[in-house]
DNA sequence: GTAAGGATTGTTAGCGCTAACAATTGCCTC
DNA sequence: GAGGCAATTGTTAGCGCTAACAATCCTTAC
């Protein structure tokens, strides 16, 4: 820095003033410093920036299987975001959820000295974990639940739960199997109770859910079982993956999908219009939770907000081939 | 970090020196330090440690696709590593792969001064495009090209090919069509490589490849061109998501697989064992990818080596149902 | 003409840490 | 017991930047 001072004819505190966007430096100045700089390379050291201004301008995402389809995107998201508004973004895996990972997690991030965390909390016991957080740490909680006090932000998944089910109810099923995610999954239980408030208001038995843990295998796996009742009309399947399972064990067992039962899933991975036959699911807006759960961390990071927001994005029903047709009488 | 040094009787400089592990500090020493430590809560600040040290313990990573199952899990297996050898990991996506913005993506890591940069660099251009960045930034690509006289780390995509393929010929089949990825992806180039190879070398006729975009919807569009032809026995699909495709298009004009053709992927995503038929495809190592890049990556920080290596993975070939059996004669 | 006030620039101090050197202590050798 | 060495600890000087205050110059008002 004082070498583009000295090559601009000015102080070093001048060529700051003019990086930072201070308002009284003369036109001049600031052109023959910016052209200083531009001859020089000069970079300013974020490091020393960061020892004196106390932001790091870093903010830390806790992730869990980030391998997923939707964890992945709602990454990508806050990225895009967080890079436009000139943050980076420090991510730190979790290889499980539980209390002392979250929270190892977190320690670490704010060792780096991250100016905020996002935290991508899928399970009651991750948000708990947040209570030992330091209050003074900006944070949101993404797919988690309230309670931890932490602004929140996420899909409506009982929304998409009863659009889904009050849809399969509509092409004539009697009432809407379950199979549905982990039990210790936030978003697995507000999809079962959306489901199940739906099946309710339309006045349709509720049978028992099948429960999976999210993955193609498990989903086969309740797919044989639904596959031996008769009385299964149709299913909603609490993500895609398992919904492929669901579709293989009912091919295998010659059990027709739409013909026989009408399957749903969740998510709307790119595959899902693909699958045999194609999914009818639930589309999710990743990129508006990353960009939501950005808003809200700057909000806390550069004006103090306290109090803690809640943001709710709209699932959307897509509508394919697995769930059209009535189903067998 | 006084009030610690205060706390335990000694100078801030012994602090330092027991948190930096300097070997000669006296037991009763070191214990008293850490009881301060632990006692007053204190952390280091990592700012100023990078701002003295000139080492951020941060390292980029440039990255494309991060929704797609293998970004991300390289991405994944990348975010361990590091954060084992005790480095944080700060990612840039990048929203198109062109020279622009790889160069943008550089320069926004480096501004924050990373330790070092691991590139996911799937195209040719991206590579090409780190000849603009500074030789002094330690850089290690993965799934790149050579040619920019920096280190790499891949998985052998030709070898992967032409497990694949040789496998198809031994299924029977008399020759095996190929859908390939983007041109100008170098994955899709040494896949199409590999299976032209095998191909020649096998003695079988080498068919004019199809291309796609790796979607499901472009192998839904190059499923229904097979399905046309009468002379197709076998495909090689470059990946499993438009494998997926053209087993729906496979599926919708009745030619049955494995029955009628022959049916292969590649990366062997979590889904391709519970397609109908599950899928044949070649499984690619991405943690080991990750680790690599980093082992790579913290040689030329921590000890300067200059020499560009480059560490190939070997794939595996994974044989499910739809490449197997007799295709019809 | 002069004081007040704004615009612009410079000077100084320190953010929290580590590197380099200096100082102290204890122990061994002869 | 003096000298020498190793082990341990302390002192000092920045790393590169921004905040706070100080200084200068130019207007404007009376």
């Known amino acids: 820095m004082v070498d583009v001072a000295r090559a601009a004819g000015v102080s070093h505190q001048t060529v700051s003033r003019v990086l930072n966007g201070h308002p009284s430096v003369a036109p001049a100045t600031k052109a023959r410093v910016y052209g200083a700089i531009e001859e020089l390379g000069y970079r300013r050291n974020p490091a020393a920036r960061a020892l004196v201004t106390r932001r790091s301008h870093v903010i830390g995402v806790v992730s869990f299987g980030t391998t997923l389809y939707g964890p992945a995107s709602t990454l990508f998201g806050i990225e895009q975001a967080a890079s436009r508004a000139g943050y980076f973004v420090s991510v730190a895996s979790l290889e499980a959820i539980d209390r002392q990972h979250v929270r190892e997690a977190v320690a670490r991030l704010s060792e780096q000295s991250v100016d905020g965390v996002v935290v991508i909390a899928p399970q009651q016991e991750a948000v708990d974990a947040l209570s030992e957080v330091p209050a003074e740490l900006p944070v949101v909680v993404v797919e988690g639940g309230e309670g931890a006090g932490r602004s929140l932000v996420c899909v409506d998944q009982a929304a998409g739960a009863a659009l889904v089910t009050r849809h ?49 295998a498990s989903g086969y796996a309740c797919g044989q079982v639904l596959a031996e009742r008769a009385d299964v009309r149709a ?43 194609p999914l009818t699911t639930i589309r999710q807006d990743f990129t508006a939770v990353g960009h939501r759960s950005i808003d809200l961390l700057l909000g806390q990071i550069d004006h103090g907000d306290q109090e803690s927001r809640m943001e709710v994005v709209p699932p959307e029903l897509v509508v394919r081939q697995s769930t059209i047709g009535q189903p067998r009488h």
């Open 235 to 277: 299913v909603f399947v609490a993500n895609d993956q398992m919904a492929l399972g669901v579709l293989r064990a009912f091919h295998e067992r010659g059990v027709r999908v739409p013909g026989d039962v009408l399957v749903a899933g969740f998510d709307d991975v790119p595959e899902a219009a693909y699958f045999t036959p």
């Open 168 to 216: 399969l109810l509509e092409q004539g099923a009697p009432t809407v199997w379950h199979v549905a995610g982990p039990v210790d999954w936030l978003e697995a239980q507000a999809r079962t109770t959306g489901w199940r408030r739906e099946l309710e208001d339309g006045g349709a038995k509720v049978p028992e859910p099948l429960h999976g843990d999210w993955s193609p």
